[in-house]
């Protein structure tokens, strides 16, 4: 609890602190779930584990093109899975710089993607105890239910109508939210289908408790992925 609580705040002190702020953490954040797939993937190679996280953090600052660098970069020293790998890297990047893209637009962005996440997750976590019900995926992530999986497409849908008043942006964010909101789901899927593959509970140890920061994490930058390549289609509403 206690290590949730610091990472929590420490969130909470760069989402407010600024821009600059928000981006570091969100450098280091990246960093370290590079570094996590690196251990995770090559337990063996201990230079690669090195050097691609750092090189993970300071892409955020250079054109996305390299984020496709270093994806390959994971995907090559990985011992199996090398092009999941190295898509998932690639993606985790993407992710990290649409956050921090989202808090250049604005704070209010910024907790509507984060909030939708948390909706999600809450929202399907008693959703699923309360209705049980078919699986959605038993053989990759078994406690997950189609109940919780819906139950959390509802919340970030009602998440999108607030932020879309809030925000003064169309009511295509509710949209653009369920959409988010699956990507999360998604995301939480293939890290447990990663983790599955390399016999791992946790992508590391680095938060006492409560495992890796790609577990803490993986929903998040998958839902930001998602902003950000519907941005890049013209399909989100607001400043983007």
Same mark, same amino acid.
């Given at each position: 609890?206690?290590?949730?609580? @610091? %990472?929590? $705040? &420490? =969130?909470? /002190? +760069? #989402?407010?602190?600024?821009?600059?702020?928000?981006?570091?953490?969100?450098?280091?954040?990246?960093?370290?779930?590079?570094?996590?797939?690196?251990?995770?993937?090559?337990?063996?190679?201990?230079?690669?584990?090195? @050097? %691609?996280? $750092? &090189? =993970?953090? /300071? +892409? #955020?600052?250079?054109p996305w093109p390299v984020f496709l660098v270093i994806g390959a970069g994971v995907g090559f020293n990985a011992e199996r899975h090398k092009v999941?790998?190295?898509?998932?890297?690639?993606?985790?990047?993407?992710?990290?710089?649409?956050?921090?893209?989202?808090?250049?637009?604005?704070?209010?962005?910024?907790?509507?993607?984060?909030?939708?996440?948390?909706?999600?997750?809450?929202?399907?976590?008693?959703?699923?105890?309360?209705?049980?019900?078919?699986?959605?995926?038993?053989?990759?992530?078994?406690?997950?239910?189609?109940?919780?999986?819906?139950?959390?497409?509802?919340?970030?849908?009602?998440?999108?109508?607030?932020?879309?008043?809030?925000?003064?942006?169309?009511?295509?964010?509710?949209?653009?939210?369920?959409?988010?909101?699956?990507?999360?789901?998604?995301?939480?899927?293939?890290?447990?289908?990663?983790?599955?593959?390399?016999?791992?509970?946790?992508?590391?140890?680095?938060?006492?408790?409560?495992?890796?920061?790609?577990?803490?994490?993986?929903?998040?930058?998958?839902?930001?992925?998602?902003?950000?390549?519907?941005?890049?289609?013209?399909?989100?509403?607001?400043?983007?």
């Open positions: 609890m206690t290590s949730a609580v @610091v %990472l929590a $705040v &420490a =969130a909470i /002190a +760069a #989402l407010v602190a600024g821009v600059e702020w928000w981006t570091a953490f969100s450098a280091i954040a990246a960093g370290l779930m590079v570094w996590e797939l690196c251990v995770m993937s090559a337990p063996n190679r201990v230079r690669p584990r090195q @050097v %691609l996280p $750092v &090189a =993970a953090a /300071a +892409a #955020l600052a250079l999941a790998m190295g898509v998932y890297a690639a993606a985790i990047l993407v992710g990290a710089a649409a956050l921090v893209e989202l808090r250049f637009e604005g704070v209010g962005w910024l907790l509507w993607i984060i909030l939708v996440v948390i909706a999600t997750d809450v929202a399907g976590y008693f959703a699923g105890r309360f209705f049980g019900g078919p699986k959605f995926w038993p053989s990759i992530s078994p406690s997950k239910t189609w109940s919780g999986t819906v139950a959390g497409w509802v919340a970030a849908a009602v998440v999108g109508v607030i932020f879309a008043l809030i925000l003064e942006v169309g009511m295509g964010l509710i949209l653009v939210s369920i959409l988010a909101s699956l990507a999360g789901q998604m995301g939480d899927i293939a890290e447990s289908w990663l983790k599955r593959r390399f016999g791992l509970k946790d992508s590391s140890n680095l938060i006492p408790g409560h495992g890796g920061v790609l577990d803490r994490f993986d929903a998040l930058t998958f839902a930001a992925l998602t902003v950000a390549i519907l941005s890049w289609a013209g399909w989100m509403p607001g400043p983007f």
